[in-house]
């Protein structure tokens, strides 16, 4: 299981380090999000589960655990020079 | 001079702070109205600002807009600030008159950098050529900044969000992503001219392109601010009764943004917008999730969403550019009402 440990990370970058996190997943392997946001945790649970991931969410105190059983692996080499209009 | 950086603000800064569209039209649903045969636009349908009639030939516009800090400097925060409470006066089609201002700020915080916010908001308003007549201050732990602003305009020629029409053409005068791009700043992602680009867009005053929307009989338009390119396309398909379709790929986009939502650089924001366009919206199977999360994407300050007679878009396009506006486009039309009010095609 690889795990992404966001806590106390500023928005948008819990859900910057997941989507890296989805690029490097090997086969099989599931994903833990620790967050200790709300913000955040909605934010990161819409987008797995906007690209067709279920996410269980448990709670610990101020932290939640999202976990994905299940990930997407997703693209990569997301480059910059590839989105420039100029 | 004390310098004071706004930056540790900023995270909920500008139009982003706006409550959630969804909410804000719950806790309105049950409110009284005051009816008026003189208010000519009300709360209904959620226009940039209201319009009472006062003479035959004379209507008010009133509008107010504040927000926290969307960036660093408090010189270029007072700025922005009033460039965006003074466009909804545009975006009505008036000439703004008269400004107060609007501060909320925090006790024991350098009044240096307040000075800096008003003298801020004071060079937008005088570019404007509107009277700065006082204002109000109170203090908070976060300092707000904004503006309530009174402009002028004949009752023939006012411009709303209500009467787009089937065939009318959608043209959008700045590019969007400015969301984006201050929250790529703020985790170091965007670069320093990317940013720069941004804080100068923002600070561009929509008063140049009121000549021209009159000039080709524009009836109907809207600010882009902080429910997004998609939301307010939505808001304005509601009030109208029709269906507004939006073409992301002709969408005009800051040069950074599209790499940052790639990256999952997307804003809280964009995503409250998501959960209201909601299932009022359709999203075309060959979109991608980012040209998506683009439409939602909260603006500050944004240009103006024009709804044009189809014979004078391309005119009215190189009118735009010719104003100031170089980026404008054409990105979508509206259809006859459909069961959806939005269509991202």
């Known amino acids: 299981m690889k795990?992404?440990?966001?806590?106390?990370?500023?928005?948008?970058?819990?859900?910057?380090?997941?989507?890296?996190?989805?690029?490097?997943?090997?086969?099989?392997?599931?994903?833990?999000?620790?967050?200790?946001?709300?913000?955040?945790?909605?934010?990161?649970?819409?987008?797995?589960?906007?690209?067709?991931?279920t996410v269980q969410t448990s709670q610990d105190g101020k932290m939640y655990r999202l976990l994905v059983e299940q990930p997407l692996k997703m693209g990569e080499d997301v480059r910059p020079e590839d989105y420039c209009t100029t | 001079m004390e310098t004071f950086d706004l930056s540790e603000y900023a995270a909920g800064g500008g139009c982003s702070a706006k409550l959630p569209a969804a909410e804000l039209q719950r806790v309105m649903a049950d409110l009284p109205c005051?009816?008026?045969?003189?208010?000519?636009?009300?709360?209904?349908?959620?226009?940039?600002?209201?319009?009472?009639?006062?003479?035959d030939d004379l209507a008010l516009i009133q509008t107010t807009d504040f927000f926290p800090p969307v960036c660093a400097d408090p010189f270029t925060f007072g700025q922005i600030a009033a460039t965006n409470a003074l466009s909804d006066v545009y975006a009505m089609g008036g000439e703004a008159l008269s400004a107060l201002n609007i501060v909320a700020w925090p006790a024991g915080k350098p009044l240096t950098a307040l000075r800096e916010i008003l003298r801020g908001g004071i060079e937008k308003v005088k570019e404007a050529g509107v009277v700065m007549m006082g204002g109000h201050t109170i203090q908070d732990k976060i300092p707000k900044y904004g503006l309530a602003v009174t402009g002028t305009i004949h009752p023939d020629h006012i411009i709303t969000n209500a009467a787009a029409q089937p065939g009318d053409i959608l043209v959008l005068t700045k590019p969007i992503g400015t969301g984006t791009i201050l929250a790529g700043h703020r985790i170091g992602e965007a670069s320093p001219q990317q940013y720069q680009t941004v804080l100068e867009s923002m600070m561009q005053l929509n008063r140049n392109a009121v000549s021209v929307m009159h000039y080709y009989g524009v009836k109907c338009a809207t600010d882009i601010t902080g429910f997004g390119l998609a939301g307010h396309a939505l808001k304005m398909a509601g009030a109208s009764g029709v269906t507004?379709?939006?073409?992301?790929?002709?969408?005009?986009?800051?040069?950074?943004?599209?790499?940052?939502?790639?990256?999952?650089?997307?804003?809280?924001?964009?995503?409250r917008n998501l959960d209201f366009v909601g299932e009022q919206m359709e999203c075309a199977s060959g979109v991608s999730y980012e040209s998506k999360m683009l439409t939602m994407?909260?603006?500050?300050?944004?240009?103006?969403?024009?709804?044009?007679?189809?014979?004078?878009?391309?005119?009215?396009?190189?009118?735009?550019?010719?104003?100031?506006?170089?980026?404008?486009a054409i990105i979508g039309d509206v259809t006859a009402s459909g069961s959806l009010g939005l269509m991202i095609c």
């Open chain 1, 3 to 53: 795990t992404v440990n966001a806590q106390g990370m500023p928005c948008p970058l819990p859900l910057v380090m997941t989507r890296k996190a989805l690029e490097t997943l090997e086969k099989g392997e599931s994903l833990e999000i620790l967050i200790d946001s709300e913000n955040a945790r909605n934010n990161v649970t819409r987008f797995l589960q906007d690209h067709q991931m």
């Open chain 2, 244 to 271: 507004v379709q939006i073409y992301p790929e002709k969408v005009p986009v800051f040069d950074g943004v599209m790499y940052l939502l790639k990256l999952g650089c997307i804003p809280g924001a964009a995503f």
């Open chain 2, 34 to 55: 005051t009816p008026h045969p003189d208010l000519l636009v009300g709360t209904e349908t959620h226009d940039d600002a209201g319009v009472l009639r006062i003479r």
């Open chain 2, 297 to 328: 994407d909260a603006q500050t300050s944004g240009g103006l969403l024009i709804c044009c007679p189809p014979e004078h878009a391309g005119q009215l396009v190189q009118d735009m550019i010719r104003a100031g506006f170089p980026h404008t």
